[in-house]
């Protein structure tokens, strides 16, 4: 198997992702091969010298760069020889069978939907987060900020794509999931709760067990956890921060521990036809070693092929 | 001053409440006198019991009892001599000056939006909560669940009501109000917080100070932070749980112990014309004696008519 990594995304690139390289090397049963884009004359000594054996990597050169701040859609376009862009390309050439990148988030995703079409009957793809459950245990939710607005049919589809991810990806046998929502009873909610419901219930393809609300988000009621994109992203945000908070303020509790987001190394695009992950900016070797693997196991697991069957008519 | 108290609302009533009684009249500096509305055959030994002082307080006698669990609209119409309908009926009447209960949440609301009217110009009457700032400050976020779908105008009126009530119940001076949102610069958002941003903007009442983020709840970016009522109650029940967690892990640290609702007491219903403050059902002696502080400083300050001053053309 192949994956793209682009070697110019995040605020401690390139250095930070030849660590994550070497990591995975020495660590990875399989070891997939790394197709790195990027600016050949930072990145060959850098694999040098971090003793990287060539023949585990291919160097694509890409002279530009998207920087952090750009404006995603116009980035891409003006820049087609950006690490980005030549990722992209070869994802979608099939040249690699998956592409990780810590680079502009807008640009990764707007390369994701253009360049990547969306699998077959998936009306709008998603991002997720993993949600630490008090228990030791480990949730799904989504959508955490592709989908500011949802219509209710969105939620039902997160729902079936976060499932699939919990199985495969989280090895959850017949993930419960559940609607984010204000109150436990159906009827409760917003409109869009109060019309996702019954989409939920009746999805064939999903466990649903109803309603949780905020209170339930990190206990151990249900696997995957759908809701907008707007409410999920200040979940995800304000989740991260308790990790911070915990440092900051010195509580040693392992449980905090697990809302350090370089755990889980990157976000999954969800309902694009092949493997794409986002990670942090401020992603450093491990998330980088992380993402690396999770992109091996999306293609081991051949989870996109499950996904196309999901939403086969 | 009059206040009324419903003692027969909540898990532990009326025995918690007469319990956070005694604790007022031990430790309050003004001492309103106490309206007390509920079954007398069962206060009546308990306020004798806990000493005191019969001159301190008044029972009203209310032979019926709204549980927890019933429709709100129907038991307020059914029951019109339960403990919550003849408190309201005090306070309509102007015998008592605020109304507080830790009974049914919902026949709360139904009662103070149909019993008290709303403030003259207020559009939607919002229910807020405090959020402990990391750095020891308090914020105060709104709405959190009676307006699970909000129109823009709605969340500037909610950041004007929450601006007086930061000014005059927490004493925090030019309280710096923030739009809760997915990112930072205008323009971000779901459709909600676009419309909504530049109605704060222009809103004379309030010192706008632009979005906060999910990672900012915490932080000190804002003193009064605005939201519709779906995401806002999944904030309010999600840190509500911190407490707990940290409670279960044994994780000894004083700002956990912030998340702790019983510190603040209860929520007051912002935006109708009268105080209203609305208890959690499992409020013990400190909750219910916090509320009455609540009440108290409500009417002291005169905060009603300072909204009504605020809203007018």
């Given at each position: 198997?192949?994956?793209?990594l682009?070697m ?10 030849v ?13 997939a ?5 990027g600016?050949?004359g930072?990145?060959g ?5 971090y ?25 891409l376009?003006e820049?087609p020889?950006?690490s980005?862009s030549?990722?992209?390309?070869l994802?979608?050439k099939?040249?690699?069978d998956?592409?990780?990148?810590a ?8 390369g ?15 991002i997720s ?17 592709l ?41 409760k909610?917003n ?16 466990h649903?067990?109803?309603?949780i609300?905020?209170?339930d ?9 759908v809701?907008?994109g707007?409410?999920g992203?200040?979940?995800l ?18 449980y905090?521990?697990r809302f ?8 999954p695009?969800?309902?694009v036809?092949?493997p ?7 992603s450093?070797?491990?998330a980088?070693?992380?993402m690396?693997?999770?992109a091996?196991?999306?293609i ?13 008519p």
């Open positions: 198997m192949n994956i793209g682009d110019m995304g995040g605020d401690f690139s390139p250095l930070e992702a660590k994550g390289i070497q990591l995975y090397l020495r660590n990875a049963d399989l070891a091969r790394l197709f790195l884009t600016d050949e930072l990145i000594p850098l694999i040098d010298e003793e990287i054996p060539r023949e585990a990597v291919t160097i694509v050169h890409a002279p530009q760069v998207i920087a952090m701040n750009e404006h995603p859609t116009r980035a376009k820049k020889q950006s980005i030549i990722g992209f390309q994802l979608a099939g040249q690699t998956a592409f990780i990148s680079g502009n988030t807008g640009a990764m995703l707007v994701a939907l253009h360049s990547i079409k969306s699998i077959e009957g998936v009306q709008r793809p998603t987060t993993i949600l630490p459950k008090e228990n030791g245990g480990t949730g799904l939710l989504l959508d955490v900020g989908n500011a607005d949802c219509k209710p049919e969105n939620l039902s589809q997160f729902a079936q794509l976060g499932s699939l991810y919990a199985q495969y990806i989280l090895g959850i046998g017949n993930p419960r999931v559940a609607l984010v929502n204000i109150g436990e009873e159906e009827g909610g409109l869009l709760a109060q019309a996702a419901y019954p989409l939920l219930r009746e999805n064939k393809q999903v649903f067990v109803g309603n609300e905020g209170r988000l990190l206990l151990d009621k249900a696997d995957v956890m809701c907008e707007f409410t992203n200040i979940i945000k304000l989740a991260e921060s308790l990790y911070e908070i915990a440092v900051n303020k010195q509580i040693g509790n392992s905090f521990e350090n987001f370089e755990n889980y190394g990157g976000t695009v969800l309902g036809a092949k794409v992950i986002i990670g942090h900016g401020i450093k070797a491990k980088f070693f992380n690396i693997l999770l091996e196991k999306m081991a697991t051949n989870l996109l092929g499950k996904m196309k069957a999901s939403f086969l």
